[in-house]
Every structure is written in C-alpha cells, then in structure tokens.
C-alpha cells in the first residue's frame, strides 16, 4: 500500500545510454512532480504536472522527458545520459489547494529515491 | 520569489540533549510551511507542517515547530534527542506547483 512508488531503487549504466524511471501515487493526487537530490543533498524541483499537464519545467536539459499518461502516473525518460546526471531522483505528489476553503492536505509526500549512477 | 534558508549544514549534539535547526524563509503571499526529515537512502518523510492557526506545531516523535512571521522563521527544536534521530532535515515552503527546500541541516547525535 505504498503512497508513492518509483522504479528501479537503483539504476547503474553507461554514458550515453537512454534510460527510464517510473512513478505511480495511488493517493488522488492531482499533482505530481520530479526532484533531483545532488551529492550535496540539494533538492532542487525539475518538474510539476497538474492533472496530467505540463506546470513547471525548471531548466532541465531537453534530454529529460517526462510523461504523464494519466493523474497517477508520471515516468522520467533521460536520453544520452551524462556523468552529470548521477542524482537521487525522487518523485513526489501533493494535492493542489482548491479555489474554495484552505485544503489541509498541503504536504507532498515522497517515493524512495532513484539512485542513478552513470559511468 | 519564495526561498528557505537553513543555516546549519551540520549540527552534532549529544544524546538526550536539546536540539534547535534553524529554517528562515522569504515569501510575499501566505506561507505553507514544512519540516521534512531524511534517514539514509530512504526518502522524505514530513514531520511536521503549519498552515494557519496556532504557530506552535507539534510532531509525534517529540519535535516542535514555531512560526514565527515578524522573524519569519520556523526553527524546529526537540527537548531530548535520540541516536535514531540522526538524519538529515529539511525545511520547505509551498511555491505555486512547487515546494522549494532549504539545503537541509545534518543531525548526529552523539551517545
């Protein structure tokens, strides 16, 4: 009954390779976003969906590309990677604050982290 | 623009000693404020978070958070530390389709 869940753990492989990471929430969320964690534990957001729907994408090389074939599910494809690119990748979803009384469900919550590791 | 800062990269305490992480943030509208807390190789859990009414904020493993607008601060302190509490902590703010982090604060606590 994981809330959030992002596949593989672990993702090893080479320069130049094409790779995938999946993403499902099963919490209703209309919300879903991709975060890249540094070797400095950095957070930095790269992008948000809203009901399956493009909102943010904060500078991220055009070799990211993310895909949101519904509210539930948002996968990161990663063309020609790069040493530059081994990150924790982590998937989040949130509820967006509706347009009537303050929605006290405001918090993202998390899945486990991808580790990437290019060599 | 929305920003957090947290101005303790390490903070090293000893066991059943009182602890405080600091979090500073910007913000021009109505804040949503949050404390996440990471364990080695797992992801982030929240710990506690404050979106209106009381500025005191509890979590159920003993932390506590203030919010405090004129500071415009929401440090996060716990009485009485355990060695499990050792992890690494981050304070965020709700941006618009967005939660900006702080660098995150590294707590060890000592036996």
């Known amino acids: 009954d994981t809330a959030v869940s992002q596949t593989p753990k672990y993702l090893v492989t080479q320069m130049g390779n094409d790779k995938s990471i999946k993403c499902e929430q099963n919490l209703g969320h209309d919300t879903m976003y991709w975060y890249k964690q540094d070797s400095k534990k950095f957070l930095k957001i790269m992008f948000s969906y809203n009901n399956k729907e493009l909102i943010i994408n904060e500078t991220v090389p055009n070799r990211f590309s993310p895909k949101s074939p519904d509210k539930a599910h948002l996968n990161l494809h990663i063309n020609s990677l790069e040493l530059g690119d081994s990150a924790v990748y982590f998937c989040?979803?949130?509820?967006?604050?509706?347009?009537?009384?303050?929605?006290?469900?405001?918090?993202?919550?998390f899945g486990q982290g991808t580790r990437l590791t290019v060599v | 623009a929305q920003s957090v800062t947290q101005l303790d990269s390490q903070v090293p305490v000893f066991e059943e000693a009182p602890v405080e992480l600091r979090c500073n943030y910007s913000s021009s509208v109505s804040v949503y404020l949050f404390w996440y807390v990471q364990y080695p190789n797992q992801g982030l859990q929240l710990l506690l978070k404050y979106l209106s009414g009381s500025t005191l904020v509890e979590s159920i493993n003993g932390f506590e958070a203030e919010f405090n607008k004129s500071q415009t601060s929401f440090h996060l302190r716990k009485p009485s530390v355990h060695i499990s509490d050792t992890a690494e902590y981050f304070c965020a703010v709700k941006g618009t389709y967005k939660y900006i982090f702080g660098t995150g604060t590294r707590l060890k606590v000592l036996a």
């Open positions: 989040a979803s949130s509820q967006a604050r509706d347009r009537g009384p303050i929605n006290l469900n405001t918090e993202a919550f």
